[in-house]
């Protein structure tokens, strides 16, 4: 490709709203535009990377013997009322009605479809197991997008989902998934970790998530160094040492103005863990009358010491989605803020509470009485409610497997596999006849990555003061030509003779400075940068730097170019293999 012909041009300064740097390079050098809040135009730079990490995705994918199909973005509204997904999600699932007043979606993800697709193929355990995916658009309306392809509402990925007869059978495709999402990031270049994740809408009980390691990144990664346990944060447990012994009587005290913990412990010369905060939040929950979705005060109690993890608290309650309480709906529900507790509170309300609280004994809490606390409280005395592990893990707590203190980083999800088991094909009827003869729902899992984002990560990773520097298996091109001689047909020839060699060259054929050209070949970043001049051509030899080492200089023979040019080219490549 000349630089003369390329649609796309590079930006001195990045446009308003680039909040990291792989975002502003995208940006600058021409691979994207935004076309409105989280959505992007993929310009031809960009579009050839993506098309590059797609193909060594589905190489991955056929590896591991999936078969590539592809299915609608818009989807039926009656296939995700079967699974009632369409009424479990908010907002980020745009919901349409066609010219005959039918239901439509966009499809945030492919589960329902997939599913549909295969209860119409299977019949029989002797059609199992499947393994198929599609590379494919998806649309997910997020209200707070951001760092340009890594938080989108339009986005493209790598879905793939399996069927299988028993648990042995996903098993065995969740660790060929497993292993072959190192391999696809090891082959893009980016360094990743997995880690257990909650399953979230997907459903089903077990999940990991693929994450990259970045300050930008909005998912909270827990590791213990000393024996490797990682989780997200959503999911991470640790270990919690529960106060106990025997039971006193509750007392009310008086507490004027201790609102918050540290009032509430300087007041009455405690420590935190000898106390029981509550979260208010209101939750959306389908009534099993009517089927209608209706809003509930959800009570969470933690021990004061530590704080609540509101997925935790989402998936322990059952709650389609969460928002914080208003102070009126808290009121409503005979609670009063800053000094709200369950006891006394509406029997209307959910109360879950963190096994930090139901293992520990006498501990404060509020009174739902302005000015006032108890003294002593006790779940299962004094209240009631779902036990579960709410608490939000957090540097230097202990590790659950070891004690070892926890560490936490910020990351950027890439990818999820996710068993599904039976979530799916028992709501939508995809069922199978065994051996024996009986009918049972196939087993399941779904597998994501995205594509988009992928690159963002990419270029997060891999850029400097300059600008990108993408590696070789997913740059645009692998070589920048840079021309700053007067004899065109010299450079022209060289051009050529890449080319034809199978070599993917930009040739910056352009009537620019030298400064400019060099401004852009750093911004752009490809991994190998020939620089023909007029006084290395007197030599009979062409300039050759690295992108990842611009320091340094190689001087070829014009006639040793090509081979030279490839051998870089395979060594470049031989680390991503």
Partial sequence: MRMSELFSRTLREAPNGADCKGYEYLLRAGFIKQLAAGVFDLLPMGLRSIRKVEAIVRDEMEKIGAQEVLMPLVNPGDIWKETGRF??????????????????????????????????????????????????????????PRAGLIRVREFTMKDSYSFDKDQEGLEKVYKAHYDAYFRIFHRCGLPVVAVGSDSGMMGGKVAHEYMYLAPIGEDTIITCDKCGYTANRQVARFTKKCHQEEMKKIEKVSTPDAKTIDDLCSYLKIKPEMTAKSLFMIGAFINDRNGKEEDKLIIGVIRGDMDIEENKLQNACKANSLRPAREEEIVANGVIPGFG????????????VDD???????????????????????????YDGIVADIASAATGYACPECGAPLTCSKGVEVGNIFQLGVRYSEAMGCYFQDEQGVRKPVIMGSYGIGIGRLLACLAEEYNDDNGLALPVSVAPYQVQLVSLVKDEA???????????????????????????????ADLIGLPVRLTLGNRSLKEGKVEMKLRSNLNETNMLDISDLVSEVKDCISKLQKPLS
Wanted: charged share 30%; proline share 3%.
């Fill in 87 to 144: 009424y479990s999600i908010d907002r980020e699932m745009s919901r349409f009605k066609d010219r005959n007043d039918r239901d439509m979606v966009l499809a945030m993800t492919h589960e329902e479809a997939a599913t549909d697709m295969a209860r119409a193929e299977v019949d029989s355990y002797k059609r199992l197991p499947q393994l198929f995916f599609q590379i494919q658009t998806k649309w997910r309306d997020d209200p707070r």
């Fill in 341 to 352: 507790s369950p006891i006394g509170a509406s029997k209307n309300v959910v109360v879950v």
């Fill in 356 to 382: 930090s609280v139901s293992g520990s004994s006498n501990l404060v809490a509020g009174a739902n009485e302005s000015g006032f606390h108890y003294l002593n409280t006790n779940f299962g005395r004094d």
């Fill in 490 to 520: 010299i450079a022209e020839k060289m051009y050529s003779d890449l080319q034809n060699a199978g070599i993917e060259v930009l040739f910056d054929d352009r009537k620019e400075s030298p400064g400019v050209k060099f401004s852009d």
